[in-house]
Every structure is written in structure tokens, then in C-alpha cells.
């Protein structure tokens, strides 16, 4: 097949989306209107502005201007027009299923409420799947940086939601927060039926994959690029099946790959590891689901079979129950 016909191929397939950050799909149009809605003032000119200062050494680079863009959600409405952007782009590229973080408490120290944050993004989600047949998973992250006793409030405070809470998830900057400090918090998390993931080994060592494997007892691992440093890390993650939720294009954005030809998602592939492709964080990192694919399907030898392959790993590693499971060959 040629590099376009696979594109063709990828775009038709039924995929499902595993590491999205609502907030990071806050693209710079909305963020101006939003700011405007909301009397907030912006500290760029314009939308050219804003794009023009995605330019990140790394992931703190990053995070600091997200932090700064989440700033113009303040209401349910806010929450709700973000998430609905989001699904009509998906929907446009074969995704049919997304399970997506928020960061409860990038807006609670902001003074907005759970419940504000919650039912916009729910009801934007459940909207989403009457009107475009897109089902979902909302996982609430923990902010790393961020102390456990942080954590366990915001939990406190999630109990009236649990009923819309499908997971939990750990992600901000890596280094320096190892997954053990949030081992009581995640072990209190799976006593209450969530589900666990953790952003590992996107910057930090394969040593804090292990943490999260062994002491958080993740379900499976958000990027996992470092964990192919460490052979016996390998063996074990091909062994159970772990999913790695992996990111071309964030990756790129944030330094962790010189070049997409060097994203090691296609040697995963080839030792057995279930990795998938997702975008992380759309608005800022130059793209969606689609543009992952592209992206990888221009620089990497990739095969039909491949291409097959990862779309079928994301609804393996979802969160899906099989009756829903958009992988199955449609019958007609
Ligand atoms: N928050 C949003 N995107 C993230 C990423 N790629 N890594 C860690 N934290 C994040
Ligand atoms: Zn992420």
C-alpha cells in the first residue's frame, strides 16, 4: 500500500482516542472567545500570537502555558462548548470511542467547582453519543506537582460523581514526582471500583513505569516511551498485555523524539507491546488523532497490518465493556 492509501486506511478505520486532556483540545479560537465571554483578558493579541508561542524545550514548557489557557473556563457552558468541539472534530476522523482526562484541580485552585467542571464535560460527553454515536469514559487526573493530601481532597470531593467517573489518572510534571507518592491515593481510588492509568516514562525513567505498575497498579500507562530502556520492563509489559497510550505528535512538540522517524512506537509494535496512537494534547501539539496517524505514516515504514494493528490496540486497551466493543467486524 502506498504512505496515502495507508492514510485512507487508518481514516476508515474505527479507532478509539485513550490520552486526550480535555483542556489540551482548547484550541486558540475558543480561547478567545471564551476569554472575551468571560471578561478575561489574554496575554496574546491574537489567535497567530497564541500558535506562535507553542514552541516548548519540554514538558514544564508546556504545562505552564496550559495551566495559563485553561484560566478562560470558568462556566458549565465553558466546560461543555470545549468538549463539544472536541467530539465534532473526532467524529470527523473515524473515532468512535474517547475516554478523556480533566484536571479537577487546575480549576478548582481557580475557584471553579467540581460540579461545574463535571457537568459540562458530561453532559457535552453524553451528547456526543446520542448525536454522534462517539462513547466514552471520563478519568479524573491528579495534577503530580501537587501533594497527596491535594489528591485525596479532590477525591473527597468527587464522591457525589463517581456514578460519571470511570478511572482515575496521574499526570503534570514527571520528574522529580514518582508515581509512590500517590500510592495511598491510588489504592483508595481502586477500592472505590475506579479504574488507574498513569502518565509514566514520557520524561522520567523506566524506574517510575515500575512505580506505577507495581505500587499504583495501573491498568496501563500513559506514554511509556522510557520504558523501552529497560528490557526486563519490557518483557513484563508484553507479557500482561499493559497498554501504552502513546503520543507522536506531543511527543515531537515536547522534545521527548528529535523526529517522528525516531518515535519508537513501530519497534513496540514489532516486540508485542500493545501501544496505541493518541494526541494528547490536540490544540497545542498540532494535532488530532488523524495527524498522529499521518505523521507516523510519513516518516515510519508502517504496513497494512500495522495500521491494523494499532487501531485494534485501542479498543483492546480501552475501558470498554465487549458489549460495546467498536473493534468487533461489523456484521454487515
Ligand atoms: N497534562 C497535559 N498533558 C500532559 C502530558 N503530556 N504529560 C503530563 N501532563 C500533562
Ligand atoms: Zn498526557
Not at 465571554?37 to 504545562?63: M, T, W
Not at 468512535?96 to 460527553?125: C, M, N, Y
Not at 499504583?216 to 520492563?233: C, M, P, T
Not at 497545542?284 to 488523524?290: D, E, I, N, Q, W
Request: glycine letters at 6%.
Amino acid at each position: 500500500m502506498t504512505k496515502s492509501e495507508l492514510k485512507a486506511l487508518a481514516l476508515s478505520l474505527p479507532k478509539a482516542e485513550l490520552h486526550l486532556h480535555i483542556e489540551g483540545s482548547l484550541e486558540p479560537e475558543l480561547m478567545f472567545t471564551l476569554a472575551k465571554r468571560n471578561g478575561i483578558r489574554l496575554s496574546y493579541a491574537s489567535v497567530e500570537e497564541i500558535r506562535q508561542a507553542y514552541q516548548f524545550q519540554n514538558l514544564q514548557e508546556f504545562l505552564d502555558l496550559y495551566y495559563q489557557g485553561m484560566s478562560v473556563l470558568q462556566t458549565e457552558q465553558d466546560f461543555y462548548d470545549l468538549t463539544w468541539a472536541y467530539l465534532q472534530r473526532i467524529h470527523q476522523e473515524g473515532v468512535v470511542h474517547t475516554e478523556i482526562f480533566f484536571d479537577p484541580q487546575g480549576h478548582l485552585e481557580r475557584g471553579i467547582s467540581l460540579e461545574t467542571q463535571i457537568q459540562g464535560i458530561h453532559k457535552a460527553l453524553v451528547n456526543g453519543r446520542s448525536e454522534l454515536g462517539i462513547s466514552f469514559k471520563l478519568i479524573m487526573s491528579f495534577l503530580r506537582h501537587l501533594s497527596e493530601q491535594s489528591a485525596f481532597e479532590t477525591l473527597a470531593l468527587a464522591m457525589p460523581w463517581l456514578s460519571v467517573i470511570d478511572g482515575v489518572g496521574l499526570d503534570s510534571s514527571e520528574v522529580g514526582h514518582p508515581p509512590e507518592k500517590f500510592t495511598r491515593v491510588f489504592a483508595k481510588c481502586r477500592e472505590l471500583g475506579l479504574r488507574v492509568t498513569a502518565h509514566a516514562g514520557e520524561e522520567g525513567p523506566p524506574e517510575y513505569v515500575w512505580q506505577a505498575l507495581d505500587l499504583l497498579k495501573v491498568q496501563r500507562i500513559d506514554h511509556g516511551n522510557r520504558a523501552l530502556e529497560d528490557s526486563a520492563l519490557v518483557a513484563w509489559l508484553v507479557e500482561e498485555q499493559i497498554p501504552l497510550t502513546m503520543c507522536p505528535l506531543s511527543n515531537l512538540k515536547l522534545c521527548v523524539i528529535k523526529d517522528v522517524a525516531d518515535h519508537p512506537i513501530l519497534r513496540s509494535l514489532e516486540m508485542g507491546l500493545l501501544v496505541t496512537v493518541n494526541s494528547d494534547d490536540p490544540a497545542y501539539f498540532g494535532g488530532y488523532m488523524m495527524d498522529n496517524f499521518n505523521a507516523l505514516i510519513d516518516a515510519l515504514p508502517l504496513t497494512e497490518d500495522h495500521v491494523r494493528q494499532l487501531a485494534k490496540n485501542s479498543f483492546v486497551g480501552s475501558w470498554l465493556s465487549a458489549e460495546t466493543d467498536h473493534s468487533k467486524p461489523n456484521p454487515k
